[in-house]
């Protein structure tokens, strides 16, 4: 295995680990917290977008039949397996730093906590969603690492799907329940990219 195979490794590793943080941190904001449920199942949704793609992702990497070069990127594959790494570590941050400024407002679910408040600071200052375009690209990332097109189809496409249902089911509750207050900080918002979407 050449460097770049280890440094995808350690970095997956090093997502896998900050994904088990940010569940810890969940379950703590909503065992203490009284939080009135508003998920519809988005929860699910996105853990069944992204677990399968990743284990799709890995049985692709070991196959014979796509080792051996169907749907590799070739001649790209460093450079896109160096880029694909940067974006691993752009997500992880931007995830974390999201959930860190969100403090105990932050849960894996949707849901209202005691005193909500819109959080207008920060990260969210340009972005409602950073939490999800953390993961949207590490996710990248990792299919531009793994050097194969099947797995960063899978790894995009079917992720970016479920992000959307559930930014629509989160907006849907954060505007029953803020009103004109979040509409007028979605009106200066972008919900995942800055100035774009």
């Known amino acids: 295995m050449d460097f770049l195979g280890y440094l995808t490794i350690a970095l997956f590793a090093t997502w896998c680990v900050s994904e088990v943080v940010i569940s810890l941190v969940s379950f703590r904001n909503r065992s203490r917290a009284s939080a009135k449920g508003r998920d519809r199942l988005s929860f699910v949704v996105m853990w069944l977008s992204i677990?399968?793609?990743i284990w799709f992702a890995l049985l692709v990497r070991l196959h014979k039949i796509f080792a051996s070069g169907s749907g590799s990127f070739s001649t790209l594959s460093p450079l896109l397996g160096y880029?694909?790494?940067?974006f691993i570590v752009l997500g992880i941050a931007i995830r974390l730093v999201a959930v860190a400024t969100l403090k105990k407002q932050f849960t894996d679910r949707v849901s209202i906590v005691e005193k909500h408040e819109i959080v207008d600071?920060?990260?969210?200052?340009?972005?409602?969603?950073?939490a999800y375009l953390g993961n949207l690209a590490s996710l990248l990332g990792?299919?531009?690492a793994s050097g194969n097109w099947f797995s960063l189809s899978a790894l995009v496409v079917l992720p970016i799907a479920a992000t959307w249902y559930r930014i629509g089911v989160e907006?849907?509750?954060l505007l029953g329940h803020f009103g004109l207050a979040y509409q007028e900080y979605a009106s200066r918002t972008k919900r995942l990219l800055p100035r774009i979407y």
């Not at 600071?121 to 950073?130: K, M, S």
């Open 171 to 173: 907006e849907r509750a």
């Open 142 to 144: 990792l299919g531009l």
């Open 51 to 53: 677990m399968p793609p």
């Open 83 to 86: 880029l694909g790494c940067l």
């Open 121 to 130: 600071t920060g990260i969210y200052r340009t972005v409602r969603h950073p």
